[in-house]
């Protein structure tokens, strides 16, 4: 066999064990590379509610402290969390907290959330990922999902529902990551 045969070879069985271990840990993301507490928290697409919508992404919140919560117009839980969301937003945002929630609600429903929004009186940013790639990106399991990172971008709490953004606990939470150093 000729070295030239040899190396068409090799490259042949590269390109195909490449190809089984790109498929491997895309098929197995969730076990290998969970969203969890600690890790850091994945880039996300989602989009703003404007007239003519702009891309925003994870890192455009880079050092910040931040909560994103994943809801949809339809779920009732959320429309119970909003009004404490909006409170913590009010006591904190001046001091430095940016909550983003990302609503996964259908495509074309930007009217309905825009209504949503105004209904609540929101004044915290609202963006909407009509493809819902962010429930897969942090393994949502159920809505609301919400998520609070330091400014190091790492995951410090992820609550699985609804919950009141008033409480001592949440506050503490919040004061907490606020004051803390990062190395970036």
Sequence with gaps: MTVRKQLAIACVVLAIVAAIAYGATQYLRKE???????????????????????????????????????????????????????ALNKAYASKGLKIVAVSIDDPGMDPAIRAFVKQYGLTFEVLHDPKNRIADLYDVTGYPETFILGKDGIIRKKLMSATDWNSPEARALVDRLLVEQTDS
Aim: aromatic fraction near 10%; include cysteine; glycine fraction near 4%.
């Design 32 to 86: 290998l590379f969970p969203v969890e507490l600690g890790t850091k928290a994945p880039d996300f697409t989602a989009f703003t509610l404007d007239s003519v919508p702009r891309e925003k992404r994870l890192s455009d919140y880079r050092g910040k402290v931040l909560m994103i919560n994943v809801w949809a117009t339809w779920c009732l839980p959320c429309r119970v969390e909003m009004p404490s969301i909006e």
